[in-house]
């Protein structure tokens, strides 16, 4: 891990990417990809259709000294890839806890960018956190398997209120102990 851009928020190293702290000349990229329904449906704080300055705001407070989630950009220019192909966050719990969310943009499906990303972050594990949870809509099979192949392990069934579909999904939420 590098302290490079923010002292306290590391870029994270993996091995076909980074996972760098976002920056204001990632927004048109993250409101392209994140105003595609296919994204929006799956991720329960995005809108859809995305409001005017959202992804703005989003970024500002990413960028935010009293944030309370730490906001990493998916960064595939070290292999000639785009330098935003989604983004993953951690969100402060209290006890040393942390929930991990993250959206993928459609051209980087099914190639093994989410369960990468995942493994990275749990890997690093920047908050040194004891216990990372996540939740996915029990529609999104794809994401439930990369939490799985990321060793987190079920946990129970709930539901939450979706941006895009505008009610309440149902999820599962999943965890993974960690030794910080």
Not at 69 to 84: F, N, Q, T, V
Not at 117 to 136: E, G, H, K, S, W
Not at 162 to 168: D, F, I, L, M, Q
Request: proline fraction near 6%; charged fraction near 20%.
């Amino acid at each position: 891990m590098s302290k490079d851009l923010f002292p306290d928020q590391p870029m994270i190293n993996a091995q076909r990417f980074d996972l760098r702290p976002l920056r204001v000349s990632d927004t048109g990229q993250i409101a392209l990809h994140s105003a595609d329904l296919r994204i929006a449906r799956m991720a329960s704080r995005i809108a859809h259709p995305l409001p005017p300055g959202a992804t703005a705001a989003f970024i500002e407070r990413a960028m935010g000294k009293t944030r309370d989630e730490d906001i990493w950009a998916i960064d595939g220019s070290k292999s000639a890839r785009p330098d935003l192909m989604g983004v993953i966050s951690l969100k402060r719990l209290d006890r040393d806890q942390s929930e991990l969310s993250y959206w993928i943009a459609v051209a980087f499906w099914n190639t093994g960018l989410a369960s990468e990303a995942v493994q990275a972050l749990v890997d690093a594990n920047p908050m040194t956190n004891t216990t990372i949870f996540a939740a996915v809509f029990q529609d999104n099979l794809a994401a439930a398997r990369v939490l799985s192949k990321s060793g987190f392990s079920y946990l129970g069934d709930a539901e939450t209120f979706s941006a895009a579909r505008g009610e309440n999904v149902p999820t599962r939420t999943y965890t993974i102990k960690l030794i910080p």
